[in-house]
């Protein structure tokens, strides 16, 4: 048996897993588990192997849990295994590196047949194959515990890395009844009720740091847990994860499977936090560990659960927030960790953290439309705050920092002028493809947050704000034209299109209305440090005019209107100077500069301060389980049709 796939062909005729599964009663004392467990070679990566191994440990499987209910040899299995980590600590010390190998060997064995049960029976059917008669308290919530304790217990080392990600992803398995099977409530099943009210649950503050800080670290896989190193029985014991017994190719790593631990460990810890956010039901411990989080030991502050360095959080999130699970890490700090929240809003090189969300942004037509909508209230969350706004607009990128931008290239552009263009490039996408009512409305949000702290728009920008004003107003125009041609009588039969056209002129119409509040409020507060957004509506004066004069914006037009009365005057008194000479583009952008300066702001009308604040859903829980459970399929191969997505 090689590194191909006709290593799992052969698992039907193994011998000791034949023996496993027949009605041959195998105490925990017998050597026949040293054997069984001295397994060798690289771990199936992919979908397609997963497929493969589980095509031909089906009838095993199905067979032990036949035969498991007399025998009890699973439960025999599980004895093994805690017994084993009784001498972990001793083992790591020692770098004992076959009594590793095995024990990573039982875990996976483990969690193939208690993915299987997962996704095949009830989970009360599943806990009973784990246990036995004898065992008080029950074989599965000692496992789970040992599990528990052996991830914040021993140390990433090359030696120990296999081992942690097999406990963090039979953990997960564990956990998996929660999503596989509806009807019954997270708090109502063994798994989760020892982790947030059993034994375990002492284990919640230091296991979320753990789980933390191995996602802040990163650390790559060792070459061995791909068999890149030869077929040495101990130097390749982390080659594992098949029931075969050779090994000895050199793979490269599978594409995008670098730090599986780091991504794991993350996953893990978004199910653990996300789930049972109700109080009323269960107190999640972990969540609650995970939001009171600091990073000044010498001042320990009130509710502080555990201290970890901020920076390296901040920068590692900053190097992974083009995935999934990254950004609904730093949603959560934002949204529920004051101290986290206030470390990034006070940060210097927000850039660092900024840029990617916007990049995910950009690229939404390419990414999956969670991930967009994450990132989006991320820059939501955050322009909440008026120093962060006026941070992000006194910060000057560089080129390079903006290549991935090819609408129009830079040579120099504050971050608050990028958000613009990206935020309004997300609206126009939204309109034309998604039509997602609250993708836009937190689009427009977000910038009208920011509206009353723009300065120094570069002209680009503030052509983009005039531009999706006049495309937006021109198809309502035309909607709305539209509606008044329809006969009520004639219109039954297309009922649904006149319909949608009378929601469609409404939702542009909403947006209208907010981008000229988002205007009236740059005028408002910054005028005198927007001339390019004067200048841009002043070139656009007819269309402003003539909507000024629809009663559905005449309100919002007020304001636009007086400064554009005063700008023109002051172009034609120039003109008049110069005898009727027209005025060069330059020229005109110089006197709309020094009419900013001098314009009598007290002369606006008030319309309140533009602000808006992000509000969680009020069953939060409807969305992020299982767009967090659909995340790990990448790594976990659940069967699709059983994901409760």
């Not at 982390?238 to 631990?261: A, F, H, M, Q, R």
């Not at 009323?280 to 001042?299: G, I, K, Y």
């Not at 709305?480 to 219109?491: H, I, N």
């Not at 808006?612 to 191969?637: A, R």
Request: include cysteine; hydrophobic fraction near 40%.
């Amino acid at each position: 048996m090689g590194n191909g796939t006709s290593k799992y062909n052969e698992l039907n005729k193994n011998e000791h897993l034949n023996r496993l599964v027949s009605k041959e009663i195998i105490s925990a004392e017998d050597p026949f588990w040293n054997t069984l467990l001295s397994f060798n070679d690289k771990p199936p990566w992919t979908k397609e192997e997963w497929q493969l191994l589980e095509e031909n440990s089906e009838e095993l499987v199905k067979r032990f849990l036949i035969s498991n209910t007399k025998t009890r040899n699973f439960a025999s299995l599980i004895k093994v295994l805690l017994l084993r980590h009784s001498e972990l600590e001793t083992s790591v010390h020692t770098e004992n590196t076959l009594f590793l190998w095995q024990t990573t060997n039982g875990l996976f064995i483990v969690r193939v047949v208690a993915k299987f049960m997962s996704e095949k029976i009830k989970e009360e059917e599943m806990i009973k194959q784990f246990n036995d008669d004898e065992s008080s308290p029950s074989l599965f919530s000692s496992l789970v515990s040992c599990l528990v304790n052996s991830l914040v217990e021993i140390p990433v080392r090359s030696y120990t890395y296999g081992l942690l990600l097999e406990m963090t992803l039979l953990l997960i398995t564990l956990l998996s009844p929660a999503i596989l099977k509806p009807g019954k409530s997270a708090h109502q099943m063994t798994a989760w009720k020892q982790l947030m009210q059993g034994e375990s649950s002492v284990m919640a503050t230091p296991l979320t740091c753990t789980l933390l800080l191995r996602f802040i670290d990163q650390t790559p896989a060792p070459a061995e847990l791909y068999g890149q190193d030869g077929g040495s029985l101990v130097l390749g014991f982390l080659n594992i994860l098949t029931l075969g017994y050779s090994g000895t190719g050199k793979p490269d790593p599978p594409e995008g499977v670098t730090k599986p631990l780091a991504d794991t460990s993350l996953s893990l810890l978004m199910i653990l936090v996300n789930h049972l956010t109700d109080s009323t039901s269960c107190n999640n411990p972990f969540r609650t560990a995970l939001v009171n989080l600091s990073s000044d030991s010498n001042r320990l502050e009130q509710n502080t659960s555990f201290v970890i360095e901020f920076p390296p959080l901040y920068k590692t999130l900053a190097n992974t927030l083009q995935n999934d699970e990254p950004t609904l890490l730093l949603y959560l700090l934002l949204l529920k960790s004051e101290r986290f929240r206030n470390y990034v809003l006070a940060a210097t090189d927000i850039d660092l953290l900024f840029l990617p969300i916007l990049q995910t942004l950009y690229r939404a037509p390419e990414c999956n439309g969670h991930l967009t909508y994450m990132s989006l209230i991320i820059v939501l969350i955050l322009s909440e705050d008026d120093l962060f706004n006026q941070t992000i607009h006194g910060c000057i990128l560089r080129q390079n920092q903006m290549a991935w931008y090819t609408e129009r290239s830079f040579t120099q552009l504050s971050l608050g002028g990028l958000v613009i263009l990206v935020v309004i490039r997300t609206i126009q996408y939204n309109m034309l493809k998604m039509r997602d009512k609250y993708l836009h409305t937190n689009c427009l949000a977000a910038l009208a947050n920011m509206s009353s702290q723009c300065t120094n728009l570069h002209p680009y920008v503030a052509q983009r704000i005039v531009s999706l004003f006049e495309t937006l107003a021109r198809k309502h125009s035309r909607l709305v034209e539209g509606l008044k041609g329809v006969d009520t009588e004639e219109s039954e039969e297309g009922f649904d299109e006149v319909s949608d056209a009378v929601q469609d002129a409404a939702v542009l119409e909403e947006v209208l209305r907010m981008l000229l509040e988002i205007i009236n409020s740059c005028f408002s507060h910054q005028i005198q440090n927007n001339p390019n957004l004067v200048y841009a509506v002043l070139y656009k004066r007819e269309m402003f005019e003539m909507y000024s004069k629809n009663p559905a914006f005449q309100d919002l037009l007020e304001n636009i209107h007086s400064v554009l009365v005063y700008m023109s005057s002051r172009v034609e008194q120039e003109n008049e100077n110069r005898g009727g000479y027209p005025l060069s583009v330059h020229e005109v952008q110089d006197i709309v500069r020094e009419g900013c300066k001098q314009f009598p702001k007290e002369s606006l009308k008030s319309l309140g301060d533009l602000k808006f604040k992000y509000v969680e859903e009020e069953e939060p829980e409807e969305f992020f389980i299982p767009y967090i459970w659909s995340l790990t399929q990448k790594f976990m191969f659940w069967k699709e049709n059983l994901l409760k997505t």
